[in-house]
């Protein structure tokens, strides 16, 4: 069976997160084409003339970017629709000519649903300008489109990066600081300046249909979306919280959930093992005045891992600066770092003698790195005092900023995790502060630091198995090598209700699969929690790890 073109649209997201995504998947064999909108931000081809930007980037609230495409300057704002396909095509040269002639006729064919060709003077190509223009056939044509693309050989085909950006309701008035496209005396529209009235989502749509058309027609196709549609028409309770109107929003109905009081299946009911070990992980933990998630987030798994001398001890305080709806961790205003947390963890894990070890913590958003030199901090110390331990970290996604990821990256933990939590559609409803493509190119650039790479999701929070099934397609496509996946528990009242208790089936089915996409391990059960059985977890990546180098 031909695989699926996996079309995905994730919203508004920087550009540097964008091209980083793009680079991972370029490196898979799967097909994407990504829709998004960028803030604004100014992007240099590389045959593109400095002098064509013709402002202080910044002057217009952008930023300035090399890129690798093709092209000379243009500009990226929210209304516009940017579409990076990242598909196969043939070795043969004439495939790359014909990718481009195939995305300008998809932009041709979109504009055409909503413009009158006849009344513009004609949609398409203008001769010896690259882009898609309207009014070819008057004396003043304007481009509605701009075309970049880049191509890699990998074998016996070639992978395509970058690719299009189609105005909607962009400001025109931004591109006033560059020369477009370096095309002097040209004029650059929209539809909007068209006169068509028209929510951008349905031009999306559109374009991402026409898209898989022109690319790769009969295929076909799987559409994730972090927009939900079906809340369009739906009116939202002035009265309600802004959770349950984020629910809403996602489509889940938050009157449907279960009852917080409702008994759980047999399968969530932990029993407790108060044994010695136990006692002596719990005093360890006291005597260093530490602070363990296991407590924080109300862990089911509590007894078992600390009986067996495991526990995830959580730095950068006890207090988020989010207020994700499944989380029970505090959300006061955070206080200072303690310069003297990380040796405490690191004497921590030398008297518990732990061979693996495992750091997560709080976002600290208040930060300028967002806490991660901190835990860079952490690993350091860890390693001096127990060099054989490996040492295991969940990250926030430090708001994106690459510089600050790097400091925990140039750490070298032997695994970096960063949960990805829920499905594109709840992204927005269950973690308000984080979103689905920045934590897949956190992810992403951890991979391409070499890092063993790990990711979580939870079922119960109103997701489809179908939802489930293709997160773990795009955690593989970016080279996540363990992913684990548990039940949402509802910690209180006040917190997101729970959908379904999800049957153990589903957990092995869902497992069965990721596995079938490569993922080296899938830790997935109803109990499953981000640190549950993490060194065995690893072990088992690290292994299929040295068997993929051996062959």
């Given at each position: 069976?031909?695989?699926?073109?996996?079309?995905?649209?994730?919203?508004?997201?920087?550009?540097?997160?964008?091209?980083?995504?793009?680079?991972?998947?370029?490196?898979?064999?799967?097909?994407?084409?990504?829709?998004?909108?960028?803030?604004?931000?100014?992007?240099?081809?590389?045959?593109?003339?400095?002098?064509?930007?013709?402002?202080?980037?910044?002057?217009?609230?952008?930023?300035?970017v090399q890129t690798d495409r093709g092209g000379d300057v243009?500009?990226?704002?929210?209304?516009?629709?940017?579409?990076?396909?990242?598909?196969?095509?043939?070795?043969?040269?004439?495939?790359?000519?014909?990718?481009?002639?195939?995305?300008?006729?998809?932009?041709?064919?979109?504009?055409?649903?909503?413009?009158?060709?006849?009344?513009?003077?004609?949609?398409?190509?203008?001769?010896?300008?690259?882009?898609?223009?309207?009014?070819?056939?008057?004396?003043?044509?304007?481009?509605?489109?701009?075309?970049?693309?880049?191509?890699?050989?990998?074998?016996?085909?070639?992978?395509?990066?970058?690719?299009?950006?189609?105005?909607?309701?962009?400001?025109?008035?931004?591109?006033?600081?560059?020369?477009?496209?370096?095309?002097?005396?040209?004029?650059?529209?929209?539809?909007?300046?068209?006169?068509?009235?028209?929510?951008?989502?349905?031009?999306?749509?559109?374009?991402?249909?026409?898209?898989?058309?022109?690319?790769?027609?009969?295929?076909?196709?799987?559409?994730?979306?972090?927009?939900?549609?079906?809340?369009?028409?739906?009116v939202l309770m002035a009265d309600e919280s802004m959770s349950?109107?984020?629910?809403?929003?996602?489509?889940?109905?938050?009157?449907?959930?279960?009852?917080?009081?409702?008994?759980?299946?047999?399968?969530?009911?932990?029993?407790?093992?108060?044994?010695?070990?136990?006692?002596?992980?719990?005093?360890?933990?006291?005597?260093?005045?530490?602070?363990?998630?296991?407590?924080?987030?109300?862990?089911?798994?509590?007894?078992?891992?600390?009986?067996?001398?495991?526990?995830?001890?959580?730095?950068?305080?006890?207090?988020?600066?989010?207020?994700?709806?499944?989380?029970?961790?505090?959300?006061?205003?955070?206080?200072?770092?303690?310069?003297?947390?990380?040796?405490?963890?690191?004497?921590?894990?030398?008297?518990?003698?732990?061979?693996?070890?495992?750091?997560?913590?709080?976002?600290?958003?208040?930060?300028?790195?967002?806490?991660?030199?901190?835990?860079?901090?952490?690993?350091?110390?860890?390693?001096?005092?127990?060099?054989?331990?490996?040492?295991?970290?969940?990250?926030?996604?430090?708001?994106?900023?690459?510089?600050?990821?790097?400091?925990?990256?140039?750490?070298?933990?032997?695994?970096?995790?960063?949960?990805?939590?829920?499905?594109?559609?709840?992204?927005?409803?269950?973690?308000?502060?984080?979103?689905?493509?920045?934590?897949?190119?956190?992810?992403?650039?951890?991979?391409?630091?070499?890092?063993?790479?790990?990711?979580?999701?939870?079922?119960?929070?109103?997701?489809?198995?179908?939802?489930?099934?293709?997160?773990?397609?795009?955690?593989?496509?970016?080279?996540?090598?363990?992913?684990?996946?548990?039940?949402?528990?509802?910690?209180?009242?006040?917190?997101?209700?729970?959908?379904?208790?999800?049957?153990?089936?589903?957990?092995?089915?869902?497992?069965?699969?990721?596995?079938?996409?490569?993922?080296?391990?899938?830790?997935?059960?109803?109990?499953?929690?981000?640190?549950?059985?993490?060194?065995?977890?690893?072990?088992?990546?690290?292994?299929?790890?040295?068997?993929?180098?051996?062959?």
């Open positions: 069976m031909t695989p699926a073109l996996r079309i995905r649209h994730l919203g508004r997201v920087p550009y540097a997160e964008a091209r980083d995504l793009q680079r991972a998947l370029a490196s898979s064999e799967e097909d994407y084409v990504l829709l998004v909108e960028h803030p604004p931000v100014i992007t240099l081809g590389v045959h593109a003339e400095r002098r064509h930007v013709l402002v202080d980037p910044q002057s217009i609230g952008a930023e300035l243009t500009l990226h704002a929210p209304g516009q629709i940017v579409a990076y396909p990242v598909i196969s095509i043939d070795i043969d040269p004439k495939a790359v000519a014909a990718h481009v002639t195939n995305m300008e006729q998809a932009v041709i064919d979109v504009v055409g649903q909503f413009v009158d060709e006849a009344a513009v003077d004609g949609i398409g190509r203008l001769d010896g300008y690259p882009g898609v223009w309207v009014g070819i056939r008057s004396d003043s044509p304007a481009k509605i489109a701009a075309l970049g693309v880049r191509n890699k050989r990998r074998g016996n085909y070639r992978r395509t990066e970058h690719g299009l950006a189609l105005n909607v309701t962009t400001d025109l008035t931004l591109f006033d600081a560059i020369v477009p496209c370096g095309i002097s005396g040209k004029a650059v529209t929209s539809l909007q300046a068209l006169g068509v009235s028209v929510d951008i989502r349905d031009v999306a749509d559109a374009l991402a249909a026409a898209l898989g058309d022109r690319l790769f027609p009969g295929r076909e196709r799987e559409i994730v979306s972090v927009d939900a549609r079906v809340a369009r028409d739906q349950r109107r984020r629910l809403r929003g996602a489509g889940v109905d938050p009157d449907q959930g279960l009852e917080i009081s409702q008994r759980k299946p047999e399968w969530l009911r932990v029993p407790m093992q108060l044994g010695e070990r136990f006692a002596a992980t719990k005093s360890v933990v006291s005597d260093l005045g530490l602070v363990t998630v296991c407590e924080e987030a109300g862990c089911p798994n509590i007894s078992e891992c600390w009986s067996d001398g495991t526990a995830t001890f959580m730095v950068n305080g006890e207090r988020c600066t989010r207020a994700c709806g499944f989380c029970l961790v505090d959300t006061r205003h955070p206080l200072a770092l303690d310069a003297t947390e990380p040796q405490r963890v690191a004497e921590a894990v030398e008297r518990m003698g732990l061979a693996h070890a495992v750091i997560t913590c709080v976002a600290r958003d208040d930060l300028g790195d967002g806490g991660a030199g901190a835990i860079a901090e952490t690993i350091r110390a860890i390693r001096d005092r127990q060099p054989e331990t490996h040492v295991e970290v969940l990250i926030s996604d430090c708001k994106g900023d690459r510089a600050s990821q790097q400091l925990i990256f140039d750490a070298r933990p032997d695994v970096l995790n960063h949960n990805i939590e829920t499905v594109a559609r709840l992204q927005r409803a269950v973690r308000p502060s984080a979103g689905y493509a920045r934590s897949l190119t956190v992810l992403a650039r951890a991979v391409e630091q070499g890092l063993t790479t790990k990711s979580g999701l939870m079922l119960g929070l109103g997701e489809s198995d179908e939802e489930v099934i293709e997160t773990l397609r795009d955690l593989a496509s970016v080279g996540v090598s363990i992913v684990t996946i548990g039940q949402y528990l509802r910690p209180t009242a006040k917190h997101l209700p729970v959908a379904r208790y999800a049957d153990p089936a589903v957990f092995e089915a869902v497992a069965e699969i990721g596995r079938s996409f490569g993922l080296a391990h899938v830790q997935s059960s109803p109990l499953t929690r981000s640190s549950y059985h993490a060194r065995q977890a690893s072990e088992t990546a690290r292994g299929v790890a040295v068997a993929l180098r051996s062959r």
